[in-house]
């Protein structure tokens, strides 16, 4: 076995074309427990942390760009304003894991409970991915493709993930055994955006990748609209819509039954995620609306 | 592959197999067993170290990866004849049954003081929730922690 250790990314991805199986490796905190318990002995690994280009973000307009090996630790403190993507963050591991843990790792992990992995598919991220043929970008649904398993080609590194800033509410919730150092039974985002007028919920650990429940949506978004909440944040939505809207969440979800859950209370539980995380947002907007 | 890194303020070296994690070669190649090896998955927190600073599980750093850089581990805090403020409140506490997660929340509980000399319970619950004690239901880790916090804000640390 081989650890390469590149200086820059453009040698990080002139290894990695010359390496088509090495593993790449970041923070370490999925891939060390692999090595660890021997489940993997890849011929090479290359390291990616001696390198300063995958850990910036940056804005870009009304976007914002998260380099993959942004931990953690630091979307916690140096991005506030992206609440749910904090909350998400907050959610992951233990201190010592979010100081190692990133965004791109994962990406790179799709496994179906990944706690950012929502986050990104209810702002609709689109993936960058590069190697020494170019650069691509690609939605967040073509990128995560099953448990596991991504559309990212032998040869190519994940930069980082690209979305628009949403205005609106926006918060994330988890289920699990313990407040911390669990992964999620179930996790939902919810984000309402003022500017398309649309509602938008994405489910985790409930599928085989992260989802989005469309009918749920579009049902919240509608009541919304009759309702007249776009125009007035202070409008009541009806229970009866919200109680729908949690209905349609938990049929959009298809869990199965596993060590960490059944199927039956994954269903549930995003249901009750659900239902909160309107509450909430409805809450926020009263009290904005109050303050203005 | 040789790996050179600074260690408790010295340059070391050793030389390891590649797919080693920093904890066995500070444990296995450089005689510092204060850094406890148990679930070597970032579960317990027991094998708690600073990487340039920032806490981390060392069980889950690729020893490559340390490569050139600063560790501190436990064996840094105490001095020749004198514990560190944290340890000292540890054993007044009674924080310490078994002991073998003892150094994983000596480091955690120092790394915590030294951002935030005056937390709230909350703070401390959610700053040792990666260090697991099988032992003191934590109770008494909590004490210790608030001792040793009294004392720094009284300046006697």
């Known amino acids: 076995m081989d650890v390469l250790m590149p200086r820059a990314l453009e040698e990080a991805l002139a290894m990695r074309a010359e390496h088509p199986g090495a593993v790449p490796i970041a923070g370490g905190t999925d891939l060390m427990v692999e090595l660890n318990f021997d489940h993997i002995r890849p011929e090479v690994m290359i390291d990616l942390s001696g390198f300063a280009d995958l850990r910036e973000w940056r804005r870009e307009d009304d976007r914002l760009f998260v380099g993959s090996g942004v931990t953690y630790t630091r979307i916690m403190r140096e991005l506030p304003e992206m609440r749910a993507l904090v909350q998400a963050s907050r959610s992951v591991g233990s201190p010592q894991i979010r100081n190692r843990g990133t965004i791109g790792g994962n990406l790179g992990t799709a496994s179906p409970a990944g706690d950012s992995l929502p986050v990104l598919a209810v702002h609709d991220a689109e993936i960058v991915v590069a190697s020494v043929r170019g650069e691509r970008s690609l939605s967040w649904r073509d990128f995560l493709l099953g448990v596991k398993r991504t559309a990212l080609e032998p040869d190519e590194l994940i930069l980082g993930a690209r979305w628009r800033v949403l205005r609106g509410p926006q918060s994330f919730a988890k289920v699990g055994t313990r407040n911390a150092m669990v992964i999620a039974v179930a996790n939902l985002c919810f984000a309402t955006d003022p500017e398309t007028r649309t509602v938008r919920v994405a489910l985790g650990s409930v599928a085989p990748t992260v989802i989005r429940a469309p009918e749920a949506e579009a049902l919240l978004a509608g009541a919304f609209a009759r309702a007249g909440a776009w125009d007035d944040p202070s409008a009541p939505i009806p229970a009866s819509d919200v109680e729908a809207f949690a209905e349609r969440v938990s049929a959009a979800a298809q869990p199965i039954d596993d060590v960490r859950g059944s199927a039956a209370y994954r269903r549930h539980a995003v249901r009750v995620l659900a239902e909160r995380a309107v509450g909430r947002a409805v809450d926020e907007l009263a009290e904005e609306a109050l303050v203005s | ?157």
């Open chain 2, 1 to 157: 592959m040789l790996i050179r890194m600074l260690v408790n303020g010295e340059w070391r070296e050793a030389d390891v197999w590649p797919g080693s994690s920093l904890l066995f070669v500070l444990r296995e190649e450089l005689g510092l067993p204060g850094s406890k090896n148990a679930c070597e998955q970032g579960e317990c927190g027991s094998c708690s170290a600073w990487l340039d600073g920032e806490l981390v599980c060392t069980c889950l750093v690729l020893a490559a990866q340390a490569h050139g850089r600063e560790v501190r581990t436990v064996e840094s805090l105490s001095g020749e004849d004198r514990l560190h403020p944290v340890q000292e409140a540890f054993l007044e506490a009674g924080a310490v049954q078994c002991g073998f997660c003892t150094p994983g929340l000596v480091v955690a509980v120092t790394d915590l003081l030294d951002h935030d000399p005056a937390p709230d319970e909350l703070t401390v619950r959610e700053a040792l929730s990666g260090n697991l004690c099988r032992c003191t239901g934590y109770e008494k880790v909590f004490d210790a922690v608030r001792l040793a916090a009294r004392r720094k804000q009284e300046g006697s640390w």
